[in-house]
């Protein structure tokens, strides 16, 4: 499981932890994505963002949401969950981890995205978030989803899923990594996100979802793409990546961090996502992709963004930004 703790991008804005455990927000604020009251917030640990809106996990186990309310995403009622220790949001729905394995859901309801049986989910370890549904993955390899179900997204092929040991979700589909380095697909097959090819691969330690691609990463550091390929997504020049020790997925492009700090992307690149600037990025630790940008982590604590400007996603203020969070569990760069 590689659940960034340092950089989180949404739609159109991003936030970065700092080791002081505060935060910063940049990119649009049409729906207060980056209202001031985020200076506010303190003991910071994991944050966490939805299409508009933000979740900041704190040390004491309790939540702190901003942004955009439409449709509940801050609704006051997060302020009544305690001893939560993992949460991930889709679109418009949040749901949050208690450490004794159970959930809670709340935001957009129309898709049943909160539907009351995640509260008979127990012995979860780790949830996924798609557009409209959500996964939970259970301690004993098992896994639940629920939510909409419109383009299969919930199809009961889950319950024969088991040894699940990590979750991603896309738009409408979701995989499932099983502890043999096999995976699972399921959902929605329109753009073949759902395409057969991946019962070929084996070796696989890490998977990232797109809108409507996938990205799998072996043990061997060399990568695996299907799923969508209408704008390049799944281009094979990533068969030439090498040393790749994480992913990022945006909507339609894609960024492999390597061991040697340096990064690849691939897709898109109507907005920039893929612009050579890249290249020059030293001593990157970790990365982060919006919908149509990306966000790299410097070991000296510092960022760099590129891609989609248009709403601000890289307005040079995070250039003031230091002492970003270096996680413990970060890669030696080799």
Not at 6 to 26: F, K, M, P, Q
Not at 95 to 121: H, M, S
Not at 174 to 181: C, P, T
Not at 297 to 309: S, V
């Amino acid at each position: 499981m590689n659940k960034n703790k340092s950089i989180v991008c949404a739609y159109s804005h991003s936030v970065a932890l700092r080791d002081t455990g505060n935060l910063e927000c940049w990119g649009d604020n049409e729906f207060n994505q980056c209202d001031i009251v985020y200076k506010s917030f303190t003991d910071v640990i994991y944050v966490a963002c939805g299409g508009y809106n933000s979740i900041a996990l704190k040390n004491d186990g309790t939540i702190e949401c901003w942004g955009d309310n439409r449709y509940n995403q801050c609704d006051p009622v997060y302020k009544s969950f305690e001893c939560i220790i993992d949460i991930a949001c889709g679109w418009n729905h949040s749901v949050a981890l208690r450490d004794t394995g159970t959930l809670e859901c709340w935001g957009n309801i129309y898709y049943n995205q909160c539907d009351p049986v995640y509260k008979t989910f127990t012995g979860v370890i780790n949830v996924a978030c798609g557009y409209y549904h959500s996964v939970a993955l259970r301690s004993d390899g098992t896994i639940e989803c629920w939510g909409s179900n419109q383009y299969n997204q919930c199809d009961l092929v889950y319950k024969t899923f088991t040894s699940v040991i990590n979750i991603a979700c896309g738009e409408k589909h979701s995989v499932a990594l099983r502890d043999n380095g096999t995976i699972e697909c399921w959902g929605s097959n329109k753009m073949n996100q759902c395409d057969l090819v991946y019962k070929t691969f084996t070796g696989v330690i890490d998977v990232a979802c797109g809108f409507n691609h996938s990205v799998a990463l072996r043990s061997d550091g060399t990568l695996e793409c299907w799923g969508d390929n209408r704008y390049n997504q799944c281009d094979p020049v990533y068969k030439t990546f090498t040393r790749v020790i994480t992913i990022a997925c945006g909507e339609f492009h894609s960024v492999a961090l390597t061991s040697d700090g340096n990064l690849e992307c691939w897709g898109n690149n109507r907005w920039n996502q893929c612009d050579p600037v890249y290249k020059s990025f030293n001593s990157v630790i970790r990365v982060a992709c919006g919908s149509f940008y990306s966000v790299a982590l410097l070991d000296t604590g510092t960022l760099e963004c590129w891609g989609d400007n248009n709403l601000y996603q890289c307005d040079p203020v995070y250039k003031t930004f230091t002492n970003i969070k270096i996680p413990n569990d970060d890669y030696i760069l080799k």
